[in-house]
Structures are given as C-alpha cells and as structure tokens.
Nanobody, 121 residues
C-alpha cells in the first residue's frame, strides 16, 4: 500500500498557475497508476487527471484538458499537477490517489489529506 501527502495548494487569481505535489511512501510506488481528484463542499469527488506507472499514458477530465498537466518522477516517488489558466470553478480540495490501472478510475484509492486550491475572480 502507498501513503500519499499533497502540497502546493493556495490562493491564486484567475488566469494564474499553481503546481501541486504529491509525495508517496512505499517501495511499490512505481507500479501504481496515479491520479488527481478534486472535491467542493456538497459535491462528489471528481476525476481531474491520471497517469500510468511509466508516465507514458495520461488522461484528463474535459474541464481541465489543455490547462493542466500531470507528471510523475518515480525516482523521487512524486506526482505533480501543473495547473495553468486557472478559473474560479477550479476552486476545490485536490486529492492525490493511487490505483492499479489508469483505465479503471473507480479503483483509485489510498487518498491523501488533500490540499486546498482557491481561485479568485
């Protein structure tokens, strides 16, 4: 199992950028697909982006495609989410998660504690 800790959230103006980081513990990190999800109060957690174990395959939600980029560094046990052209509707708590297969988003788990992203208009 892998433990995850997110960081990098904050307050940014619309149009700005943020880079989220997710530090993973465990020697099996490189075998997992990794993903970012987000949640706002009163709503279900929603998928944002995912990357396969090697970094060779990525998936994005339509709402962030072209603005967000997911990446990973298996040597450092890290996953990143570069967020550009941020919009107020991107405001949420962002979570990192691990899964067995990038194609099965519903199987992702091992949630971190989340990091708050607030985009002001």
């Amino acid at each position: 199992q892998v433990q995850l800790v997110e960081s990098g959230g904050g307050l940014v103006q619309a149009g700005g950028s943020l880079r989220l980081s997710c530090a993973a513990s465990g020697r099996t990190f490189s075998t997992y697909a990794m993903g970012w999800f987000r949640q706002t109060p009163g709503k279900e957690r929603e998928f944002v982006a995912a990357i396969n174990w090697s970094g060779g395959s990525r998936l994005y939600a339509d709402s962030v495609k072209g603005r967000f980029t997911i990446s990973r560094d298996n040597a450092k046990n890290m996953v990143y989410l570069q967020m550009n052209s941020l919009k107020p509707e991107d405001t949420a708590v962002y979570y990192c998660a691990a899964g067995p297969n990038i194609a099965i988003i519903s199987s992702f788990g091992s949630w971190g504690q989340g990091t708050q992203v607030t985009v002001s208009s």
